[in-house]
């Protein structure tokens, strides 16, 4: 993500028509909008927009959405009843898909742990 300036499309020392000059300063002053981080204005640089090589995350609310996934995603079980959760798990457990928030290998058919 491209972090951007406060006022930087104002003035070309800033960083206007200028990739080069473009750098981040951290926005200051008593009124700044994006210091507040209000919407609408550009995006501060904080904990949480690291850059890292995720794996997509899907949540699965049925077993059609099931039948989309591959092994390598990263899967999230949903708000889901506890009847339509043990056909998911049972699916998942077939085709060798682990979830981020259930252990399958724990889990009975009765009783699911949640992490």
């Not at 997509?56 to 959405?65: E, H, M, R, S, Y």
């Not at 056909?87 to 699911?112: P, Q, V």
Request: no cysteine.
């Amino acid at each position: 993500m491209k972090f951007l300036r406060r006022s930087m499309d104002r003035y070309s020392k800033l960083g206007k028509r200028r990739k080069k000059v473009l750098k981040w300063r951290k926005p200051t002053g008593r009124h700044n909008k994006m210091r507040d981080k209000r919407r609408g204005y550009p995006a501060n640089v904080s904990i949480g927009y690291k850059k890292s090589e995720r794996k997509k995350q899907f949540l699965v609310n049925n077993i059609k959405d099931l039948e989309k996934i591959k092994k390598e995603d990263l899967i999230i079980i949903g708000k889901v009843g506890k009847k339509k959760r043990e056909e998911i798990l049972k699916k998942a457990k077939e085709k060798g898909i682990n979830f981020s928030n259930i252990k399958i290998e724990k889990s009975k058919e009765k009783e699911i742990k949640w992490i």
